[in-house]
Structures are given as structure tokens and as C-alpha cells.
């Protein structure tokens, strides 16, 4: 991982098998990061994508092991009980041209991964919601 600062947050590049949330969350403690909105695009391998089943109220989890696309990584920065979250959603292509998303449960960067985190400055929290079984936004 390489990281620099911008005027407005940090660019961070990740690299050859490195864990996506892994390598961020490292990042986002060393820093002493409250909050951000994390945006990304590269090439990855390894992944596990999820889907919230809202009539089950469980996530469906899928793997795809070859290299793809990160077209898209959309997410962001809370806590919950002391600890970083990054809650993110990517989109990913691979070499039939065909989008793969949902929810980032992990992935490794296949060449590189290049990010973007724009602090927010303040932390938000995240608590137990009865009715759903998820840690959502609370403050």
C-alpha cells in the first residue's frame, strides 16, 4: 500500500494480494480516520460479493475467484462497538463484459486498486437494529 495526502483526503493504492477492508481499515486506524466516503476502482481477484435477502432478512453470499474489474467501490467509514466498519458496495466486470455487485464481503487486488477517502470529520455510529439484525447507521 502506498498513500498520499490531498488537499481534500487521502489517495491510497493498494496492491498485488493485499485484502481490500483489511488494508483500509489498517489505513483509515493509522491515520486516525473518524469518517470518510471511500470511492475505488482497480483490478481484482478473490472476491465475495453479498446480497441482502430483505424477505429473510440474511445475506446471500457468492464467490468468484477469477481476476475482474473493480468498475466500481463505493462506500464508507462508521464504528461499531470501538471498531472501524467500511460498508461498501463494488461493481465488478470480468472478461465476458458482464457486471457482477453487491455488498463487499472481500476481495484481493489482482494488479492494483486505486482509492480515494474523503474524511468527514466527525464519526458515526453504528447500532443493533432490532428489526433488520444489522448494525445500522445510529448518529
Same mark, same amino acid.
Given at each position: 500500500m502506498k498513500a498520499f495526502e490531498t488537499t481534500t483526503?487521502?489517495?491510497v493504492r493498494?496492491?498485488?494480494d493485499?485484502?481490500?477492508l483489511t488494508t483500509l481499515t489498517d489505513f483509515v486506524l493509522a491515520e486516525k480516520i473518524e469518517g $470518510?466516503?471511500?470511492q475505488g476502482i482497480g483490478a481484482v481477484k478473490e472476491s465475495v460479493l453479498g446480497y441482502f435477502d430483505v424477505h429473510d432478512m440474511?445475506?446471500?453470499e457468492q464467490a468468484? $475467484?477469477?481476476d475482474m474489474e473493480l468498475v466500481s467501490f463505493l462506500g464508507n467509514l462508521t464504528w461499531a462497538d470501538g471498531d472501524p466498519i467500511i460498508h461498501a458496495h463494488v461493481l465488478l466486470s470480468g472478461n465476458d463484459f458482464v457486471a457482477r455487485g453487491g455488498h463487499l464481503f472481500s476481495s484481493k487486488i489482482a494488479v492494483?486498486?486505486?482509492f480515494s477517502l474523503q474524511p468527514t470529520g466527525r464519526r458515526v455510529q453504528r447500532a443493533l437494529d432490532e428489526r433488520t439484525g444489522l448494525k445500522l447507521m445510529a448518529r
Open positions: 483526503g487521502y489517495v493498494l496492491d498485488l493485499e485484502e481490500i $470518510a466516503i471511500i440474511a445475506y446471500r468468484f $475467484a477469477e492494483t486498486g486505486e
